[in-house]
């Protein structure tokens, strides 16, 4: 399998810089590790929001599955593993908190202006909202991977996008990934979280293991690593030899009753709806207030660090920190800094903003008679 651009596109950055003795891909990895938005990752949540069992899946084991999973089927065809675990672990960057409840609520909230989509919003990341306003710097084949992963969307096969993009010009998710390496990332993201999910809402006592229909468990199985195995091995056989990554016509055919009954067992199930609800309060609260206070301090920093309010002075410390990039490289747009602050908030992080919001801090008294 050969990429279809020249391996200088696919290694260029957006700022020419001297590689070392990691290579491009792997020095990628280091960054998306070392970054304030990846050690995050722990305390974001894939479907059950800020658990309480520590055994529960959250968005940082996901990209350690997606990037173990993306390196075994690049092993297997003879792709480059480094450029796989460096898309893998980047991949999901942009998520918001409350897993997709919560992209989805965050994408009403700001419909009127540029909408939410984690993979667009993982490239705003990388390039702008990381390391205050300088980014991270990635190679285009990294960038062109976390923006074109789209774990949603569901097709048997896939081929890489034999052109060019400007990926910052992009406006809807779905794009072809340019690497053979970013297609087999966007097919682990689906093995990554259909089984993973399962083992969950067994744990969570929203389903019991003979509630998964009999082919998927005779076929499949009905554990994570079981289900991971069945669908890896499958992409290896049928990918090999040909330019497309993709699944055999039997095993895509499971994995759309995998998905079919985690949707109408899980996702949508009403414990979880009571809690996209919740989730949905909060995010609006968080929105309105912050884009609020954006729109009157604007940049007049000494008002938000004088506000009674915590969230208030750190936000502020965060606008003037990405003073650089607010207002220069892009206009001050108030609905815009609200969601890429809020979206960069952990579940239990926007709890505790909302509270700050909701009551104020206790008035303190001298003791006395």
Partial sequence: ????????????????????????????????IHSLPFRRLKNKTQVFFAPE???????????????????????????????????????????APFGHSGEKILNELNSDNRGFEHELHGLRIVDHLTRYGKGLNLTYAVRDGIISHYGEEFSPSIEPYPAKKELT???NRGTRPTTF????????DKIAYFGRDIEDGIKAGLIEEEDIPRRIRRELGTKNGEIIDNFVKDVIRWSKGKNRIGFSEDRFSLMEDLKEFNYSNIYEHPRLKRYSNHAKLILEILFDHLRGIIEEYEKDFSRYYASDIPLDRRVGDYVEHHDGFYGAEEEFNPSQIALDYIAGMTDSYSLKAAKEVIFPETIEFDGGE
């Fill in 1 to 32: 399998m050969e990429n279809p651009l020249p391996e200088k596109v696919y290694k260029g950055r957006r700022k020419p810089r001297k590689e070392d003795v990691r290579g491009p891909y792997f020095r990628d990895q280091t960054a998306i």
């Fill in 53 to 95: 069992n520590d055994h529960i899946c959250t968005r940082i084991e996901h990209v350690l599955h997606v990037s173990t999973i993306s390196a075994t089927i690049c092993k297997g065809l003879g792709l480059d593993v480094e450029l796989a675990q460096a898309i893998a672990l980047g991949h999901d960057l942009g998520h």
């Fill in 181 to 188: 390496e970013g297609c087999v990332v966007r097919m682990s």
């Fill in 169 to 171: 010009q992009i406006k």
